[in-house]
């Protein structure tokens, strides 16, 4: 059931009426029941995974809990040492470990083993789980914070089930945290309207962005990544479709989480925000950290902070503070951790040299920009470069826009060797007269077409500049008379409606992150 389709609409209606209809106390179960339905409806097949991760997860999180308890039990007993309890906490964490160790073990081995087998094994294929990497994270995720005696397991395997299948979040996230989500699941709701409109408001944007936009530009993006060769595009023509391909996977990404979202906020559930209009950012860093945030948040809980914080990047800091001097060597092995990260995320993108190279490449600007910013600094300082400026700041927005959008070629091409070969026929021509002569009405969508892909992108990105001045926008809709509200309303229905690409002879592909 795709989240853009109108049986997904009368789906959501449905599950609207049942819930705000149920006793408040079980209204928990018509999301779990909605859940199954919209995850059945991807087909048998998947179901099995899932399942697999909710019993294995919720059995071992039930096991660590009352390891914790009977840890803390312990510790409480009158009469210990500060040794004695102190040497309880190690056998305790050591014998703890062994249960984390398999969750890992069944959740990555599960996810590798879908995602990758059909990669070394040509005739092996396997379908991959609606959502696999998305309920893998959040249940391991889960399984560590108990773990950690930051979480109590849920007593309730029909709530846990819920907390891992939640059906908005399933296809593509957000990956919210149990302490985030899990309460809001299972605490009962009443129907407001305000909140109700703010939600389907979220809706229509996030259709406006995926059908109208994404779906738009897609048209251009695959000609050019499809055709390059045949019809020996270069230059600029390449160029533009690479950084096309940046603004059709916001638009999709963004887009698709604008709907769950929305979706959530009408049964009163607020999902962690994915995106804070990435293309504001003035650093590689930073635009990671306000792009796919859940993501990074994850990474940078269970991975980079174990890492950094680990007896072995403990010591190689001592030796390169020996070495490099205090500042260097501090910097270098958090350095050393956001460049593990950064490239397991790369290869976490699909198997293939590609999505390695993308990730060494996006790991080698987030890695060095913390190693060498103090070095950055000082440069800044000695050209006199006010940081305050809007001339800088928009130096920094456009130089990061364009080593994002270089990294493009990697995470689009069908494999390294195509990445490589658009790349030297970006640079084999200086042609900008194809911004003046017709070109890019060849690209698949006619001038009117075009000219309307480009009047929509401005839109999108005046709105997030509007919101990052703290504009407040749905807030200040709803401040405006009735007829100023609805005019915009029935504008941006008929918007989808009327230049959405769908219809006869047109299939919108699902959502690009879905895959992953």
Known sequence: MSIISLTYLIFIIIIMFLYFGMPKKFQWTVLLAGSAVFYLSAGISCVGAILATIVSQYLLAAQLDRMNCRLESKLQESGLSRKEKTMLKKAGAAAKKKYVVFSVLINMGLLCFVKYTGVFFEKIHILVPLGISFYTFKSLGYVIDVYRGKERAETNIFKFALFISYFPAIIQGPIDRYKDLAHQLYTPHFFDYRRVTFGMQRMLWGYVKKLVIAERVAVVVNEVFNNYGVKEYQGFIVFVGVFLYGIQIYADFSGGMDIVCGVSEVFGITLTENFRRPFMAGSVAEFWQRWHITLGAWFRNYLFYPLS??????????????????????????????????????????????????????????????????????????????????????????????????????????????????????????NPWVFFDGTFYRLGLNEKNFRFMLFSIVILLSIDVLQEKNIRLRESLAGCNIVVRWGVYYAAILTVVIFGMYGAGYDAAGFIYQAF
């Not at 190279?357 to 987030?366: D, E, K, T």
């Not at 000082?378 to 364009?402: A, P, S």
């Open 309 to 430: 914080l680990s007896k072995p990047f403990h010591d190689l800091g001592k030796k390169c503070r020996k070495v490099f001097g205090d500042k260097a060597g501090k910097a270098i092995p958090p350095g050393l951790a956001s460049f593990t990260v950064f490239l397991i995320i790369g290869i976490w993108h699909g198997a293939g040299w590609k999505y390695v190279v993308y990730g060494i490449y996006q790991a080698l600007f987030v890695s060095t920009g913390t190693l060498f910013e103090e070095g950055y600094a000082r440069l800044r300082e000695l050209c006199r470069i006010n940081v305050n400026r809007t001339g800088w700041k928009l130096f920094q927005t456009l130089r990061t826009v364009l080593i994002i959008t270089i990294g493009r070629y990697f995470s689009r091409a069908a494999d390294l060797e195509q990445a490589t070969a658009m790349m030297k026929a970006t640079l084999a021509q200086f």
